[in-house]
Nanobody
Framework: EAQLVESGGGLVQPGESLTLSCTASGFDFERWAMSWVRQRPGQGLEWVAAIASHSRNLYYSDSVKGRFTISRDNAANTMYLQLNSLKTEDTGMYYC???????????????WGQGTQVTVSS
């Protein structure tokens, strides 16, 4: 059974940075594309970024393009999300998610982590 554990969230001020991590187990990590999905207060789930199995393809939503960077270390079974130039509207719970597919096509996932909270406030 695939398991995903996020970490790295916290409270930061606008303009600051954070790095989120997602550690995976229970599946062949290097063969599956991975994504980050967030849920802002009072809103639904919003896909943020995705990375193909061997990092060939990276995908970003328009709301984070140019500020967030997704990456992965297949040897460590870990995916990252570098969040730069954070805005108050980036506040939310951030989840990693995946499905057994080597690339990202649509934001539909079979496995989710428990989430890590990011709060951007002055």
């Amino acid at each position: 059974e695939a398991q995903l554990v996020e970490s790295g969230g916290g409270l930061v001020q606008p303009g600051e940075s954070l790095t989120l991590s997602c550690t995976a187990s229970g599946f062949d990590f290097e063969r599956w594309a991975m994504s980050w999905v967030r849920q802002r207060p009072g809103q639904g789930l919003e896909w943020v970024a995705a990375i193909a199995s061997h990092s060939r393809n990276l995908y970003y939503s328009d709301s984070v393009k140019g500020r967030f960077t997704i990456s992965r270390d297949n040897a460590a079974n870990t995916m990252y999300l570098q969040l730069n130039s954070l805005k108050t509207e980036d506040t939310g719970m951030y989840y990693c998610a995946t499905r057994p597919n080597p690339d990202f096509w649509v934001p539909e996932f079979d496995y989710w982590g428990q989430g890590t909270q990011v709060t951007v406030s002055s």
